[in-house]
């Protein structure tokens, strides 16, 4: 265990930041580069504002705003509202007979959170279940890595309820918890391997909790950490564009990343981490979250031309490019595959998607929820080939020109494309004395600490693993072993791991987290929540075919899951429920 330290000044990039930080300290910097920052408490009044001048700046009562919100029995328990201040807006929140004002959109997508759920004081995004805490506007659950800001509550001439905001805090709807920079070089490294969403929580929990010690993410990407989530559903988009933190965030917090650093083995006695290229790190704490790579197929052909996985923004953008006026072939009705061809069905000349089962997501979302979304591709000129499996491909001067289907059909194709799962990148790992199953993936306790390979139990006190590759107790299932592979689940995991690096034994955390996923496809949105694996019934509220419905998902009569699509709040107050751990049965639905 780390030893925890006093919070201490921190940069920001630019005096024109999107973002503003909130601490418990009171500090001043100055740089050449960055503008002065006053960090103090973290009421409204006291709310940092960035300066444009250097020499920084206090908080002037010109730069405060003020504006009625409501009469102080207006509002019941449980109610939000988005109110006007100045040129801006805030959510006004009424929990357990308190008033509470915080940003009005998540910091993820920009969501109305006024749309969302409050259960618990939280409020959680009605788009992709991000949650916020109702008084400080600290971000609880992801997707998204910024907290909303906070403004004060006033009541005036006795039942008036009035906002009292900073300007500044009301130009943005992103703020950021308060982190430490490097202090000592010769302290405690922590070393994490992979470049992924895990990794950056991680690293910028352990800032928040004091860590003042190394950091370095070791990523086998060429670009920053990104949004992976973005590649499927806009292809051409460009790395920069889709980043999660721009180079000068890690700089002003001294987190290290290193690109096009794979990583090929680890010493689990020595504590040094080697990579291909024959450099070393040693780590006091090592996380790893190397994802996993594309599954790819083993038959003839397949080392043809444009034949791709989608991966990285490379693979993205060589796929947009390639598909332009081409007959396109997508192998597996994945929900990657899926997007895909919603993102590409403009620009081909034609789009031919294969796929095993009978229906496009039927062993997640069920035969009806599966047809209509296929429905909905096929109205765009989108075709399918169901039962039915690649097992060739066949070119002309090097490149693919057919796939060639287990029925004898011939596809013709200018382009392939494979959505037919992931493989976790833990090949080496393997002597490592981690417990690794016979799929790869990466077995942990309740905090993230990797299981040894002995199978007893026993932990490795100073490695965890995070993201798509780990197996991890699950809450909603009594905290038996699940693989969950959402982009929401890999932030948790990283936060919660890097928490653990240096809290005491008696503050460990656990996950505990709904899992939450998404996708979008033709400007329709399906929002998935809770663990649905096993389920042996679907009761559907709604109209599937008008595209407005709850599907929920039940194991005997609990209820598992829900899927919804344009039914909104309702995923987002199912995920409250059932984080809040109250059973849900068919008879409630």
């Known amino acids: 265990m780390f030893c925890k330290s006093l919070f201490v000044s921190v940069r920001l990039f630019t005096s024109n930041s999107k973002y503003l930080l909130n601490s418990f300290a009171v500090s001043r910097v100055t740089t050449a580069r960055y503008p002065a920052v006053l960090v103090s408490n973290h009421s409204c009044a006291r709310t940092i504002c960035l300066s444009s001048k250097m020499g920084g700046n206090t908080t002037s009562k010109d730069e405060i705003v003020e504006a009625y919100a409501c009469k102080v029995g207006e509002m019941k328990d449980g109610e939000m509202r988005e109110v006007s201040v100045g040129d801006g807006k805030a959510l006004l929140v009424r929990h357990q007979g308190e008033y509470s004002a915080i940003g009005h959109k998540c910091t993820h997508y920009g969501a109305p959170l006024v749309k969302g759920a409050l259960r618990d004081g939280r409020v959680r995004c009605p788009w992709h279940g991000a949650c916020f805490n109702a008084k400080t506007g600290d971000i609880e659950d992801f997707p998204g890595l910024d ?35 490097t202090q000592n070089e010769d302290g405690p490294h922590v070393v994490i391997v992979g470049g992924g969403p895990a990794s950056v929580t991680c690293a910028e929990t352990l800032r928040q909790k004091s860590f003042m010690g190394k950091i370095t993410i070791l990523s086998a990407d060429p670009y920053l950490p990104y949004d992976r989530t973005k590649l499927s559903k806009a292809m051409d988009i460009k790395p920069e564009a889709i980043f999660l933190r721009p180079q000068e965030f890690y700089d002003a917090v001294n987190i290290k990343i290193i690109n096009n650093k794979r990583v090929n083995g680890v010493n689990a006695e020595t504590q040094v981490v080697t990579c291909e290229d024959g450099d070393t790190f040693k780590y006091d704490k090592l996380m790893v979250a190397t994802g996993g790579r594309p599954r790819t197929l083993p038959i003839p052909g397949w080392d043809l031309k444009n034949v791709y996985v989608l991966r990285t923004p490379n693979d993205a953008n060589a796929i947009a490019e390639v598909a332009k006026g081409r007959k396109v072939v997508i192998c597996g009705a994945s929900f990657i595959g899926m997007e895909v061809a919603a993102s590409l069905v403009s620009k081909a000349e034609s789009i031919s998607v294969c796929e095993f089962f009978s229906v496009p997501f039927e062993r997640v979302l069920g035969k009806e929820v599966g047809l209509f979304l296929q429905k909905m591709h096929e109205a765009k000129g989108v075709k399918f080939y169901m039962n039915a499996s690649m097992v060739e491909l066949k070119g002309e001067n090097g490149a693919v020109v057919k796939a060639i289907l287990k029925d004898g059909s011939e596809l013709e194709a200018d382009l392939v494309i494979a959505g037919v799962g992931m493989i976790p990148a833990t090949e080496f790992l393997k002597d490592t004395g981690i417990q690794i199953s016979s799929h790869g993936f990466v077995g942990v306790d309740r905090h993230m600490r990797a299981l040894k390979s002995s199978g007893d139990g026993e932990i490795f006190e100073n490695i965890y693993a995070a993201g798509d590759i780990a197996m991890f107790p699950q809450m909603l299932r009594d905290w038996q072993p699940s693989n969950i592979q959402h982009w929401q689940m890999a932030h948790y995991h990283g936060r919660v791991a890097g928490t653990n ?74 995920a409250q429920r059932m984080l809040s751990g109250k059973a849900l049965t068919k008879s409630s639905i």
């Not at 004060?152 to 430490?180: F, N, W």
């Not at 599937?544 to 599907?551: I, P």
């Open 147 to 181: 907290c909303v800001p906070k403004h004060d509550i006033v009541i005036q001439d006795g039942d008036k309820v009035v906002i009292r905001a900073c300007k500044s805090a009301l130009e943005t709807h992103k703020r950021y918890k308060p982190m430490v920079q």
């Open 501 to 574: 690096m240096v809290v005491p034994n008696d503050d460990l955390q656990s996950v505990e987290s709904v899992p939450f996923f998404w996708t979008q496809q033709y400007g329709k949105s399906l929002r998935y929540t809770g663990y649905g694996v096993g389920y042996d019934d679907i009761v559907i509220k709604g109209e599937v075919s008008d595209g407005k419905f709850c599907a929920y998902y039940t194991c005997k009569d609990q209820i598992v899951a829900i899927a919804t699509m344009n039914s909104d709040p309702v995923a987002a107050d199912f």
